[in-house]
């Protein structure tokens, strides 16, 4: 196997992905499984793959990545913005297209945390007069 061209981390709500990318076909490795093997849903395809279709990179490069913590949805957006970071350590011409794209742009929604007296976050229980 030949050494990685870039490895980049990415994050979303509790998520981290760290990718290396590779010159290639075009394959996904994700912890040791294939794309459509761990994220089953074509949404979650889509979001994995949006940054190298908007650079038209989708066949130059093999991305193996291994993620941990979170859940689908987050997941894969920690490995779109991975991916995002690699292809611009290694074409910074790409960085205006991505940027514009908003990949480059982390996610800053978590889950808010719980306070006392109430069932989540904001729910309060059942209110009784009497």
Do not use: W
Not at 3 to 28: D, E, H, M, W, Y
Not at 115 to 125: E, T
């Amino acid at each position: 196997m030949t050494a990685p061209l870039t490895q980049t981390t990415g994050r979303r709500k509790r998520a981290v992905a760290r990718a290396s990318l590779r010159p290639g076909t075009g394959q996904f490795t994700i912890n040791g499984k294939t794309l459509e093997a761990y994220f089953p849903t074509d949404a979650s395809q889509m979001v994995v793959a949006e940054p190298m279709n908007v650079t038209e990179t989708r066949e130059a490069y093999d991305v193996n990545a291994t993620i941990h913590g979170g859940g689908a949805s987050g997941q894969a957006g920690a490995l779109r913005m991975a991916i995002a970071r690699s292809l611009v350590e290694l074409d910074p011409e790409s960085r205006h297209i991505l940027k514009t794209s908003g990949l480059l742009t982390r996610d800053p929604r978590k889950k808010e945390s719980k306070k006392y007296g109430l069932k989540k976050a904001r729910k309060a229980p059942q209110f009784t007069k009497r």
